[in-house]
C-alpha cells in the first residue's frame, strides 16, 4: 500500500514517518494557510505569524518527503491505481481537502464539513447527545464572546466553572482548586492570560461536574461496516496526580473491548451507525463520558467525530503489527487491533525556552536507541546537520508507546523505551504515578471503576491490585 498523509499542525507526520520507516511509499500533503482549514461558519482565528508558519511548515524536513497540499490533491487526480493508495487526513478540519478525492477511488478516511461542526458547535453536539443519547446527560454551559462578560458572570455565579474556546488552539482550562473564591480567582485570571484564544472565535463556560471519571469509547468502522470497539483512559493534565494545567493528553491506556460491552451500547447509540453507513472508507467516532463518582450520573464530554484522537491513535497502532498492517485490515474489513492486547503511552514535554524570547527552543538533539523506533512518534522534529532535533513549534515533542497483553507488561515495556529516548530539558510523569492508586482520578483507579459499574470487562488477564 502506498500513502498519502494530509495535515495542517503536523500530527500525522509521526504516522507518515512510520510507514517511511516501515518501507512504504509515503508523501505528506501540508496545509500552508490557516483559513484553507476553517469552515464557513468559522472566521480567521488569530494571525499566523510568519515565524509560527515557517517554523510548522518546518516540521519533519530531511525526514519525510512533503508538499504544499493543494499540489498533492493536483497530483492524486492523475493517478491511474487509486485502490492502491491510503490517504490519510490527520484532522477533521481538513474537510475541504478530503471532498477534492473523496470519489477518486482512494481508500482512506474523508473528513466532512459536518464531521467538523460537530466538534466545534457546542451547541449542536449538545443537541444532538440530548436527542439520540437516552442515558447520557449535558451540563450546563454559558456561551460568551467577550471576556468583560464572562467575567461578571463568574463574579456573580455560585457555581464552578470549565473554559472552553471555540477556537481549536484555545485553551481549555479547569480549576484546580474545589474553593469557590479559589477557583474563581484562577478562572479570571485564566481569561485574561488567554483573552486572545478565548474571544477570537467565542467560548464557552462549562459546569465543572467533581468528583468525575472520564472514560472515552471509540468505534471504528469502514465503508459503514463496524470494526472495533476500543477503550481510552486519558490523563489530561500535565503533572503527577493529574494536577497543573491541562494538555491535550499527558498519559493515555488503550485496549479493544467487546462490542457488547455496556459502555459501548451507552456511547454508541443506532445513530451513529447511520452516521458511519454515510461515510466513505475509515470513519471514528468517539464520545467523552464523564461520570460523577458522588452519585454515578453519566454526562457528555465531547466528540472527536471522524478523525483520530492523540495520543490515542498512537497507542493504537502500538499494538497493531504495523501500522501498515493496520490500514490493510480496515480496508479488508478486518479488526484492525487483537482483543486481548493493551497500549499505553506517556508524552514528552520540551521545557527547553530560549533565553532571549522565550521561545520554546528548537535545535536540541532527539536521540533514540533503533531497536524502540516503533514506539517513538514524534511530533515536534526535524532533520538538521545528519540529526533530529526540536523544531521549536510545539511544546509537545513526542509520544513513546509499550504495547502488550496485560497492562504490567505495557507499562514495564513503555517505561523501558523512555529510558532509552534521550532528550535534555524533557518531562514525563513517572511510573510510580502512571501505577498510583493513591488519587481517584488516577488511570488505573477509572479503569477499576469501570470495571465495578459492570461497563466493560478486561479482555486480557490481569488483577489491578496485583500490578507493581
Known amino acids: 500500500m502506498k500513502y498519502f498523509i494530509f495535515t495542517y499542525d503536523g500530527h500525522g507526520l509521526a504516522v507518515a514517518h512510520h510507514l517511511q520507516q516501515e518501507g512504504h511509499e509515503v508523501i505528506a500533503g501540508q496545509v500552508p494557510d490557516k483559513s484553507d482549514v476553517l469552515s464557513a461558519s468559522e472566521k480567521e482565528s488569530r494571525h499566523e ?175 459503514g461496516v463496524a470494526l472495533a470497539t476500543i477503550l481510552d483512559i486519558e490523563n489530561k493534565p500535565l503533572g503527577s496526580g493529574n494536577l497543573s494545567i491541562q494538555t491535550g493528553c499527558s498519559a493515555d491506556l488503550v485496549f479493544p473491548t467487546n462490542m457488547t460491552d455496556r459502555i459501548n451500547e451507552i456511547a454508541f447509540p443506532p445513530i451513529v451507525d447511520e452516521m458511519a453507513k454515510q461515510h466513505k472508507g475509515l470513519f471514528i467516532w468517539d464520545a467523552s463520558i464523564l461520570i460523577n463518582k458522588r452519585n454515578g450520573k453519566m454526562y457528555f464530554g465531547e466528540f472527536c467525530s471522524n478523525r483520530p484522537g492523540y495520543n490515542c491513535f498512537f497507542t493504537e497502532l502500538a499494538q497493531a503489527a504495523s501500522v501498515n498492517d493496520f490500514f490493510e485490515n480496515l480496508t479488508h474489513k478486518i479488526h484492525p487491533l487483537t482483543l486481548g492486547t493493551v497500549a499505553t503511552s506517556m508524552r514528552i514535554f520540551n521545557l527547553n525556552r530560549s533565553v532571549d524570547d522565550k521561545y520554546i527552543e528548537s535545535g536540541v538533539t532527539i536521540n533514540y536507541k533503533t531497536e524502540i523506533w516503533k514506539d517513538v512518534w514524534l511530533f515536534d522534529a526535524l532533520k538538521k546537520g545528519g540529526k533530529i532535533v526540536s523544531a521549536g513549534y510545539d511544546w509537545n515533542l513526542a509520544v513513546v508507546t509499550g504495547s502488550g497483553n496485560s497492562i504490567n507488561e505495557a507499562v514495564n515495556r513503555m517505561y523501558n523505551n523512555l529510558s532509552k529516548f534521550s532528550f535534555l530539558g524533557g518531562y514525563y510523569r513517572p511510573k510510580d504515578d502512571y501505577l498510583s492508586l493513591d488519587y481517584q482520578t488516577s488511570i488505573l483507579n477509572r479503569l477499576n471503576y469501570g470495571l465495578d459499574r459492570r461497563l466493560y470487562q478486561l479482555p486480557f488477564n490481569v488483577r489491578i491490585g496485583e500490578i507493581k
Open 49 to 223: 505569524d510568519d515565524y509560527d508558519k515557517k517554523l510548522r511548515l518546518e516540521l519533519f524536513d530531511g525526514m519525510v518527503e512533503k508538499m504544499p497540499a493543494d499540489k498533492l490533491i493536483e497530483r492524486m487526480k492523475k493517478i491511474n491505481n487509486p485502490q492502491d493508495y491510503f490517504v490519510f487526513f490527520d484532522f477533521n478540519n481538513l474537510f475541504k481537502f478530503a471532498d477534492q478525492v473523496r470519489d477518486l477511488g482512494f481508500h482512506g478516511n474523508f473528513p466532512t464539513a459536518e464531521d467538523h461542526s460537530f466538534e466545534i458547535n457546542r451547541d449542536q453536539a449538545k443537541d444532538f447527545v440530548k436527542k439520540h443519547y437516552p442515558k447520557l446527560h449535558v451540563t450546563e454551559i454559558k456561551e460568551f464572546h467577550k471576556i468583560n462578560e464572562a467575567v461578571k458572570f463568574i463574579k456573580e455565579s455560585d457555581e464552578i466553572w470549565v473554559i472552553k474556546g471555540y477556537d481549536d488552539e484555545a485553551e481549555t482550562f479547569v480549576p484546580e482548586s474545589d474553593d469557590l473564591e479559589l477557583a474563581r480567582e484562577q478562572l479570571l485570571e485564566a481569561l485574561e492570560a488567554y483573552k486572545r484564544g478565548y474571544e477570537s472565535q467565542g467560548f464557552l463556560l462549562e459546569l465543572l461536574v467533581r468528583p468525575i471519571i472520564e472514560l472515552t469509547p471509540e468505534k471504528i468502522y469502514y465503508d
